[in-house]
Each structure stands twice: as C-alpha cells, then as structure tokens.
C-alpha cells in the first residue's frame, strides 16, 4: 500500500510563498500521475494541479494557472508544488494523490492513495 505525506504548509501573507512536498512510499511511484486537490471548510475537494508519470505534461485549475508549478522528482519519490503570488482564497487543505493512471486528470475519484493534508493559510 502506498503512503503518501504532505508537507511544507504554513500560514503565509497574500503574495507570498509555500512549497508543498508529498512524498510517496513504495518503488511504483514513478509509474503514474500524481495530482494536488484542496478543500476550503465548507466547500469540495478541487482540483489544483496534475503531472504525468515522467513530468512531460501538467495541467493547472483557472485559478492557480501562472501562479503555481507542479513537478516531480522520481528518484526521490515527491511530487512538488511551488505556490507563488499566494492570496487569501488559496485558503485551503492541500492533498497530493496517486492517480490510477500515468497520465494527468481533474478528476477526484481518478484518484486515490490519498495524504492526510497540510494547511495553508494565507492572510491579507
């Protein structure tokens, strides 16, 4: 069973930054696409950003596109999120999951092994 951690959330003003990591257990990490969803108290689980097995494609949300940078590193296990020009509606739990195939989606039950979340909270 594949674990999946996420860390480097933290509250941070509007503008500012926050890398986000998720590292995976388990050596079938760099078989499949791996994507970043967020939940606002209240709200659903959206979609924020998706990378292929290898990297060679990703895919934003409207809203984060310009702003945020998905990657991956495969010999470390992680998939990365570089969050710039933060603002107050980022507000969120982020999550990192494995999807069921090597290429990237938008959709939330495409996915599973998912992380316990980490915080991010971004002021005004």
């Known amino acids: 069973q594949v674990q999946l951690v996420e860390s480097g959330g933290g509250l941070v003003q509007a503008g500012g930054s926050l890398r986000l990591s998720c590292a995976a257990s388990?050596?079938?990490?760099?078989?499949?696409?791996m994507g970043w969803f967020r939940q606002a108290p209240g709200k659903e689980r959206d979609f924020v950003a998706a990378?292929?097995?290898?990297?060679?494609?990703?895919d934003y949300a409207d809203s984060v596109k310009g702003r945020f940078t998905i990657s991956r590193d495969n010999a470390k296990n992680t998939v990365y999120l570089q969050m710039n020009s933060l603002k107050p509606e980022d507000t969120a739990v982020y999550y990192c999951?494995?999807?069921?195939?090597?290429?990237?989606?938008?959709?939330?039950?495409?996915?599973?092994?998912w992380g316990q979340g980490t915080q991010v909270t971004v002021s005004s």
């Open positions: 388990g050596r079938t990490f760099s078989l499949y696409g």
């Open positions: 990378i292929s097995w290898n990297g060679g494609s990703t």
């Open positions: 999951a494995r999807r069921y195939s090597a290429s990237v989606g938008r959709i939330y039950y495409e996915y599973y092994n």
